[in-house]
């Protein structure tokens, strides 16, 4: 059984920086697609950043330049460092990947169909 499990949300000022984890066990790690995505209050889960093998990584807009993802595959860990945090990215952060192990759009969160429990990264003005 697959499962994800993030860590290292917390409560930052804006400006500041945090590390998220998400320890991934139960499957072959380096071959899959791993996306972290992020919902705000009353708002849709969005894409924030995403894998694949081969260095080929994806951001939405409103990150590029702040955040960076990266994958440790000896460790079975997919990271998202968050730099210059904004009141904005308020937001419980998921930790995602589909079975099939790759996806046809990024930012299509029906085609995740493992997802972690979430981890909640707060940013005050």
């Known amino acids: 059984q697959v499962q994800l499990v993030e860590s290292g949300g917390g409560l930052v000022q804006a400006g500041g920086s945090l590390r998220l984890s998400c320890a991934v066990s139960?499957?072959?790690?380096?071959?899959?697609?791993m996306g972290w995505f992020r919902q705000a209050p009353g708002k849709e889960r969005e894409l924030v950043a995403a894998?694949?093998?081969?260095?080929?990584?994806y951001y939405t807009d409103s990150v590029k330049g702040r955040f960076t993802i990266s994958r440790d595959n000896a460790k079975n860990t997919v990271y998202l460092q968050m730099n210059s945090l904004k009141p904005e990215d308020t937001a419980v952060y998921y930790c995602?990947?589909?079975?099939?192990?790759?996806?046809?759009?990024?930012?299509?969160?029906?085609?995740?169909?493992?997802w972690g429990q979430g981890t909640q990264v707060t940013v005050s003005s």
């Open positions: 995602a990947s589909p079975t099939s192990g790759s996806v046809g759009s990024w930012s299509n969160k029906d085609e995740y169909d493992i």
């Open positions: 894998s694949w093998t081969g260095g080929i990584v």
């Open positions: 139960g499957r072959t790690f380096s071959r899959f697609v």
